[in-house]
């Protein structure tokens, strides 16, 4: 039996949890025995119960932020307690799981990374970077382009590189689509979405963040608006630009028209009530809630960024410019208006 810690030091629930949740509950346990370390973060609450629903240990470090070094310490001690054959620790910053590399490397723990988010550091970082990955024996990019990426920055880990896209359980997925029901979609178009049955709904998913993208699509809605009556842009999600945002839609007159959900714990019944899907990111490692989108049956709009090209490939959706709110309002003005297109 392999005993492998899966380890992340995010705040957030997000794809790169989803994924890990994905693998720690999919393995196969008559070869391995998975446990999960994450931070004691209120909002990986439903993460850490998800797991321990599937009979997984879960242990929670108590130190306080990501930065903090009491995590080396807190990792050591799991580390000698545990006796891990193997730890998987999930990148999902560039400087992420930094002290779970240390203290594993320090304690002659093989060591595999999955870096969901590469981007270009200052030279100090890059320096600190070089040094983190060094004593991993795999590193594990979700999409080509990253790994393009990684190997251009860390040209040494060009051996160590493999790709893994990331994925949905699609039996699951199949599962929860079903069980919704024509009531309890009306109930949400009314009581979630504050739209009739008649209005065309325009749906996005994640975080609240400038890299994805939101203010262009904002903006390409105020346009949209004004070519198609009765229809509504829904995003789902929490995040450090929510303020901001708000404020544009205000300023765009938008307020009766743009309506920013918060958080959802069922992703799948908010889609099943929907149109179209856009993802406007202006960075984006691969672009998971793409999958959901398209598990659902939606038709999807995406920025030309990142991982998502591996996604959307001929014929299975539309390809924009990042940043830029006109063609992006003409696209989704297009599949709107044309339902052939959008089928």
Known sequence: MIKLILYTDTPLYGGAEIQMELLAKNLNRKIFEPIVVCGKYKTLNQFCENLENNKIKVIRVEAPGKHSLKNLASIKEIINNEKPDLMHIHVWNPMAGKYAILAASQLKIPIITTEHDPFKLNQ???????????????????????????????????????????????????????????????????????????????????????????????????????????????????GPEKKELKKLIKNLELTDKVELIGWTNNIYKLLSCTDLFVLPSIKEAFGLVILEAMIAGLPVIASNIGGIPEIITKNAGILVPIKDSKTLAKCIIDIMENNALRQ
């Open 124 to 238: 100090l970082k890059t320096i600190i970077k070089k040094s983190l990955i060094k004593p991993v024996k795999k590193i594990i990019t979700v999409s080509e382009e990253n790994q393009k990426l990684i190997t251009q920055l860390y040209p040494k880990t060009k051996n160590k590189v493999v790709t893994i896209h990331n994925g949905i359980d699609l039996a699951n997925a199949e599962k929860e689509l079903r069980a919704i029901h024509l009531q309890e979609k009306q109930k949400i178009r009314k009581d979630i979405f504050k739209a009739d049955n008649n209005t065309k709904i325009i749906f996005s998913a994640g975080t609240l963040h400038s890299r994805k993208g939101y203010k262009y699509l904002i903006e390409a809605f105020q346009e949209v608006s004004n070519e198609i009556k009765n229809i509504k842009l829904i995003i789902a999600g929490e």
